[in-house]
């Protein structure tokens, strides 16, 4: 009888164990392949998604490409390498508060420098200057040889200089102008080849003093030009100022110099 | 030789199909994903979760008895999955995040245990090394072809570094897969002995040495190296321990002088014929290179330090990186590491090119301790597993697979072969033969009691 057969409860209780383990671990072998799946079709569908070029970019392509963006997301949202491309791309046309969040939200798994300067970049276009100059800065401290951030973080400064008054204010503009004149020379003794550095050159020039207006000129000149490779000197877009100062010498004693760091 | 017969026929399918899975993963080539190891860590991901469900299909239906004992390694494998759950939902900024960067790992665990738990174990292991050494062969066979400039598959456009890539993607991952390699097949050496074996054995190591030297990698060298060292004292311990006086190892160690006169005659005559000598003072002091790994790695440290009990959460490291270099450039320490900047710049760093110090950045002192604490056991029990083995054959056999541990071991101190499909698999294998040493399986109990369930 049955209540009398121990082996036969036994095995009954045996067969619910093994059909409660096999049923968890199919359901979770189940999600794991839905989940597995969705996250393959993102990554296949975001390699084939292209960024519409410069010319290409009417509103409604890009209106397009941001529905395309945000269908993936749906599929894999922890992805911050998409979501900084949306991001992006609402800057683009033009919601740029929600482009910052969105940017903050793909910064929790994706934090790349471009993804930083962009955010700079939108602050700045929302007004928030100081923000933008903050970040700004930290961007150049950990990319020092971008041209881009360093170009776009002078010329924050440069326009910040445009904001104060020198006669109601006249210790803030003084501090920001050194700010500005000492970022301005750092750079152009690093990257002489950048036209933009000749031409911060060219703006500290006419602030400081009239006599400079000489050197402002100068400085604006090569700025503009097509070349801008003085002297064929060997670029080091992270020597220090201090250590230029044996390339000016051989220079101001008349020798030519090969490169910043390996003089003759 | 084991048959198959009494198995019931679930356990035969998975006989085939997990040594196929192995087999076939380092082949799938999915181009619109850019990175080889992209579409074959969806491939051998979904192929686990598959067989986990036939597993557990299996168990509902009683085609497979239920585990019924807890060893050691299955405790400690539940200690790291535990060390990540944690760090995933106390650490991390994303847990999803997270589990999905720790995803292809804990398939790794899942193929480990479905081969263990296989009642014909052996069987499956033989398979899918029979499987990985022919994968060796081929993809050694086709870096060298693409040496010269013969390139089958378009990935060298895509994945620019070097074109010693095979499937893989990339030198230095293709040399994490083949490294331990060179071990198995010397296992299939020493375990079939006889000249046929010594030869065509031989011959393959030597082209997948060839094959690793065109691919300018360092980390591997290391590994093979130590490994055959300790190998060979293991291998001098255990024909003391058992009187057998040296001819095994005299065999072996004319093999290994063999092995690098060749390796010599390549280095010295052959790969300069090729145009492809290899500078080695420029391999090891290229200061950039070296710096700025030293500089993931003192990242690595410092970040765990500073959430060290679960760490940064899985997958973190990458995101927390510039995030860290900037407060480290603002502080004193940062000038010694400012020059390296340049270099890295313009990316995030991935990994932090070093397994153990990933693990302990992402999930602190608790997943560092349990994964020391798997290696080290199967590092000293596979030892002396192989130590007490009374058959010479099967020693040298036990201790070959002991050194492709020790060679996976040391090139994780410079990679992340334990996140790339491939080397993962590679490597789940090793642990399962050293399973395998540990604790034999009673082949009749087992091949009998899933005959019952049939």
């Given at each position: 009888?049955?209540?009398?057969d121990?082996?036969g409860?036994?095995n ?11 049923g ?22 975001y ?39 949306y ?5 683009i ?21 471009d ?49 104060i ?9 003084k ?14 003794i ?10 911060f ?39 220090a ?21 390996n003089?003759? | ?8 026929p679930?356990?035969?399918l ?5 040594p196929?899975?192995?087999?076939i ?22 192929g ?15 085609w ?38 720790i ?7 899942v193929?480990f ?34 040496h ?14 070097n ?22 097949v ?10 046929r ?19 300018r ?10 490994a ?13 321990r ?19 006169l ?17 500078n ?14 030293f ?54 760093p991935?990994h932090?090119h070093n397994?153990?110090l990933?693990?302990f ?7 560092f ?14 030892a ?5 083995q ?11 697979l002991?050194?492709a ?17 491939i ?9 399962a ?5 540990i ?16």
């Amino acid at each position: 009888m049955a209540q009398n057969d121990p082996q036969g409860s036994a095995n009954t209780v045996k067969k619910q164990y093994q059909w409660l383990l096999g049923g968890v671990v199919a359901m979770l072998a189940v999600a794991g392949i839905v989940w597995t799946s969705l996250l393959f079709i993102a990554d296949y569908e975001y390699r084939g998604v292209k960024d519409p070029n410069a010319s290409e970019r009417s509103r409604a392509v890009l209106t397009q490409y941001r529905l395309t963006l945000e269908n993936i997301l749906k599929l894999d949202p922890t992805n911050g390498e998409i979501r900084n491309r949306y991001a992006n791309v609402l800057g683009i046309l033009g919601d740029k508060q929600e482009a910052v969040k969105q940017l903050k939200i793909a910064q929790h798994t994706h934090n790349a420098q471009d993804s930083l300067f962009f955010l700079a970049d939108i602050h700045e276009k929302l007004g928030d200057f100081e923000q933008a100059e903050s970040i700004m800065n930290d961007c150049v401290v950990i990319n020092p040889i971008q041209i881009k951030f360093n170009d776009s973080r002078i010329r924050m400064m440069a326009r910040k200089l445009e904001r104060i008054d020198p006669k109601t204010d006249p210790e803030i503009y003084k501090q920001a102008l050194d700010e500005y004149g000492q970022a301005a020379r750092d750079w152009s003794i690093r990257a002489p080849h950048d036209p933009n550095a000749h031409l911060f050159m060219g703006n500290l020039y006419v602030r400081v003093r009239p006599l400079y207006a000489l050197q402002a000129y100068r400085a604006y000149l090569m700025g503009l030009s097509d070349n801008v490779n003085w002297m064929n000197l060997d670029i080091d877009l992270m020597i220090a100022p201090r250590d230029a100062m044996g390339t000016i010498d051989q220079i101001i004693n008349g020798r030519h110099a090969k490169a910043y760091k390996n003089l003759p | 030789m084991m048959t198959t017969e009494k198995l019931h026929p679930y356990d035969r399918l998975m006989a085939w199909y997990l040594p196929a899975l192995a087999t076939i993963a380092p082949f799938i080539v999915i181009y619109a994903l850019v990175r080889p190891h992209v579409g074959q860590g969806y491939f051998f991901t979904l192929g686990i979760l598959l067989a986990l469900l036939g597993q557990a299909v299996a168990w509902a239906q009683g085609w497979r008895p239920m585990p019924r004992r807890v060893t050691a390694p299955a405790v400690l494998i539940g200690l790291n999955v535990l060390a990540v759950a944690c760090s995933m939902f106390f650490a991390s900024r994303s847990p999803m995040f997270s589990l999905k960067h720790i995803f292809l790992p804990m398939m790794g665990i899942v193929f480990f245990s479905l081969i263990v738990i296989h009642p014909a174990r052996r069987l499956v292991l033989e398979r899918i090394s029979w499987g990985l050494i022919i994968v060796a062969g081929v993809l050694s066979l086709y870096g060298v072809l693409q040496h010269f400039g013969i390139e089958i598959l378009s990935y060298s456009a895509q994945v620019q570094k070097n074109t010693i890539i095979a499937t893989i993607g990339h030198p230095n991952y293709l040399a994490s897969v083949l490294g331990p390699i060179v071990f198995i097949v010397l296992s299939f050496i020493f375990a079939r002995g006889g000249k046929r074996w010594i030869f065509l054995g031989g011959g393959l190591n030597l082209l997948i040495l060839a094959c690793i030297m065109l691919a300018r990698t360092r980390a591997v060298w290391l590994g093979l190296i130590i490994a055959f060292v300790l190998v060979f004292a293991m291998g001098a311990l255990y024909v003391r321990r058992h009187r057998l006086g040296m001819k095994p190892l005299g065999g072996l160690a004319l093999g290994a002088f063999s092995v690098l006169l060749i390796l010599g005659g390549l280095v010295a005559v052959a790969l300069p014929a090729m145009n492809a000598s290899i500078n080695l003072k420029q391999r090891l002091t290229s200061e950039k290179e070296v710096k700025s790994r030293f500089f993931y790695w003192h990242a690595a440290i410092d970040m765990g330090l500073q959430k060290s009990v679960f760490g940064q959460g899985v997958g973190m490291f990458d995101t927390l990186f510039w995030d860290y270099t900037l407060d480290h450039q603002k502080r004193e320490m940062g000038k010694y590491y400012y020059d390296v900047l340049p270099s890295i710049s313009g990316r995030t760093p991935g990994h932090v090119h070093n397994e153990y110090l990933e693990v302990f950045c992402e999930q602190g002192f608790a997943g560092f301790g349990a994964l020391i604490a798997l290696l080290s056991f199967f590092l000293y029990f596979g030892a002396q597993a192989v130590l007490r083995q009374s058959d010479p054959a099967q020693a040298l056999k036990g201790l070959a697979l002991w050194g492709a541990l020790v060679t996976i071991l040391i090139d994780a101190v410079f990679g992340f072969p334990w996140r790339l499909p491939i080397s993962l698999i590679v490597f789940m294998v090793v642990l399962a033969w050293l399973y395998d040493f540990i604790y034999p399986q009673e082949k009749a109990e087992a091949i009998e009691a899933s005959a019952n369930q049939a």
